[in-house]
C-alpha cells in the first residue's frame, strides 16, 4: 500500500517536488529573530486517519513547546527516495525524515543522516526491541528511529472456510507451508480459487515471508562481503506458490500481476477465498468490504523457523546537516510517547514497534485482528534485503523478471536459484569492491 520502489536517478519531476516541498514548507529549519527555532517534519502518512493523527500530533506540540515550533511539510511514499536525495544534495532536507528502515542504507552511507546514538533518550531506545533497532544500524551507527511495522497476514472470505470446514489457524497453531498448500486445494471449485497471490512486485513477499521456513538468501561473510544463496529454506516460499498456480490450480494466475488492492474485488465477490496482504490492508477492507461480508485475520503459514517473516518499519531520522538535531529528536521522542505511538498505529492500521505501546489493549481486541497481528509482532525479524547494497538493483533486474518466470512456470527452480545467484552476485559485486 505504501511501498516505493528507490531509484539512484534523478529526475525531474522529483526534482521539482524536492523545490516544490522546500518551497512551501513554512519555515527554514533555523531559528527566528525573537529566537523560536523552526523545525520542519516530513511525514509520508497518507490515509486519512494516519494524515489526521500526524498533523493533530504537530499541532499539540507547537502548542505546548512556543520555542520550537514544527512545520509539517506532506511528502510521498511514490517518489520519497529520489525526492529525498535531491533535497540531500541541494541542501533543503527536512529535518525530521519520515521514511521506511529499507530506503535509508543509502543515504546513511552516503552521510546525509545523523547518527542518533548520542542523541536518543535512554525511554525510547528501551522501549524499542533491539530487533527493531537493527534495522536501522549501519557501521555502527544508528540513523533513524523505527516506530511503525507491518506483518503479512491472511485475509480470509470467512464463511467459505466454514463451509469448507478447514481447520482455522490461530498464532499459536498457524497452518505449515504443506497444510495451507491442502487447505488452498480444499477452498477451490466451483468457480473459486484457494487463494489469490498479488505479485506485481513479488520480491520483498517472498524474501520476507520466506524467512518463516529458514529462506534467508543473502549471506555476509567474514569479511563483510553480502552474497546470494539460493538454499533449501529459500525454496519453500516460492515453491508452494508455483505448485499452487501450476499444478493444483488452487491460486489464480490472473493475480500474479496484481497489486494487493486489485485483489479485493474478487475477495469480496467470492472469486478467491483469501489473499495474503500486509496488515494495514484491513483498512481497506473494513471500508470497501460490501454488506453482509464477513472475513477473518488469520496468521500467515509457518515453517521450521515457526512464524518469522521480515518486516521493513517505518522510521523517523535526523538530517545530518540540521542545526537543531537536538530539538529534532525531543520532537521525535514526543511522537513516539507509547500513547502517541499507539494513535500513530491506528491511524496507519499498523503495529507499533515499542514495548508499551504494543501492550496498549485497543491493539489486542478480535475486531479488525488486531489481536491476530499483535501476536505476531514478536516474530518479526529485519527484512533480508535491509543492509544490502546494490538490492535495488538487484530487486529490478534479475529477482523481479526471474520470480514472475518462476511464478507462472516459465522457468523451474534451477533456472531461477542460477539467475538469483549468478547474475545478482555479479550486481552485487559492484558495489563491494
Known amino acids: 500500500m505504501r511501498r516505493h520502489t528507490p531509484r539512484t536517478a534523478l529526475t525531474a519531476t522529483a526534482a521539482a517536488l524536492a523545490l516544490l516541498l522546500t ?56 517518489n520519497v527516495h529520489d525526492q529525498l536525495l535531491t533535497s540531500f544534495e541541494g541542501g533543503e532536507a527536512p529535518d525530521v525524515i519520515h521514511d521506511a528502515s529499507d530506503d535509508l542504507a543509502d543515504f546513511a552511507y552516503g552521510g546525509y543522516l545523523a547518527d542518533l546514538r548520542s ?36 485475509i480470509a472470505d470467512t464463511k467459505a472456510l466454514r463451509a469448507a470446514g478447514v481447520r482455522i489457524p490461530t498464532p ?27 505479485l506485481k512486485e513479488p520480491v520483498s513477499v517472498t524474501l520476507n515471508l520466506g524467512l518463516s521456513a529458514g529462506g534467508q538468501l543473502f549471506h555476509r561473510g567474514a ?41 479485493l474485488p474478487g475477495l469480496f465477490g467470492g472469486k478467491y477465498a483469501m489473499v495474503p496482504l500486509g496488515f494495514s490492508y484491513r483498512q481497506q477492507v473494513a471500508e470497501q468490504a460490501p454488506e453482509g461480508f464477513e472475513w477473518s485475520v ?3 503459514p509457518a515453517g521450521s523457523d515457526g512464524l518469522a517473516q521480515g518486516v521493513s518499519p517505518q522510521t523517523l531520522s535526523v538530517a545530518r ?18 500513547a502517541n505511538m499507539v494513535r500513530l498505529a491506528k491511524g496507519d492500521w499498523m ?55 518462476y511464478y507462472s512456470g516459465a522457468i523451474g527452480t534451477e533456472e531461477l536459484g542460477r539467475r538469483l545467484v549468478e547474475d545478482g552476485n555479479r550486481v552485487l559485486a559492484r558495489y563491494q569492491r
Open 321 to 338: 546537516d540540521s542545526p537543531h538535531k537536538e530539538e529534532a529528536v525531543r520532537f521525535i521522542d514526543y511522537l513516539l510517547r507509547p
Open 298 to 300: 488469520l496468521p500467515a
Open 119 to 154: 542523541l536518543l533518550p535512554g525511554r525510547l531506545t528501551e522501549d524499542i526491541p533491539e530487533g527493531a533497532w537493527r534495522t536501522t544500524t549501519f557501521d555502527g551507527g544508528v540513523y533513524g528511529v523505527p516506530f511503525l511495522q507491518e506483518p503479512r497476514v491472511l
Open 223 to 263: 569479511d563483510g562481503r553480502t552474497t546470494v544463496r539460493f538454499g533449501e529454506g529459500d525454496q519453500v516460499l516460492p515453491g508452494t506458490v508455483r505448485d499452487q498456480v501450476n499444478a493444483d490450480r488452487s491460486a489464480a494466475r490472473s493475480a500474479l500481476g496484481m497489486s494487493g488492492s486489485d485483489t
Open 23 to 78: 518551497g512551501c514548507a513554512g519555515g527554514d529549519g533555523h531559528t527566528d529573530a525573537d529566537g523560536t527555532i523552526h523545525l520542519r517534519f516530513q511525514s509520508l502518512a497518507w490515509q486519512k486517519e494516519s494524515v489526521a493523527a500526524h498533523k493533530q500530533l504537530v499541532s499539540e506540540w507547537n502548542a505546548t513547546h512556543p520555542d520550537i515550533q514544527v512545520d509539517y511539510v506532506q511528502g510521498s511514499w511514490d
Open 351 to 405: 503495529l507499533p514497534t515499542g514495548t508499551e505501546a504494543l501492550a496498549d489493549p485497543a491493539l489486542h481486541t478480535a475486531e479488525d485482528g488486531w489481536a491476530t497481528g499483535a501476536a505476531l509482532a514478536k516474530s518479526l525479524r529485519p527484512a533480508p534485503a535491509q543492509f544490502v547494497r546494490g538490492y535495488p538493483e538487484w530487486k529490478d533486474k534479475v529477482a523481479t523478471p526471474a520470480l514472475q518466470e
Open 172 to 198: 499459536r497453531r498457524p497452518w505449515s507451508w504443506p497444510e495451507f498448500r491442502r487447505v488452498t486445494e480444499e477452498l477451490s471449485g466451483e468457480g473459486r480459487y484457494g487463494v489469490a497471490w498479488p
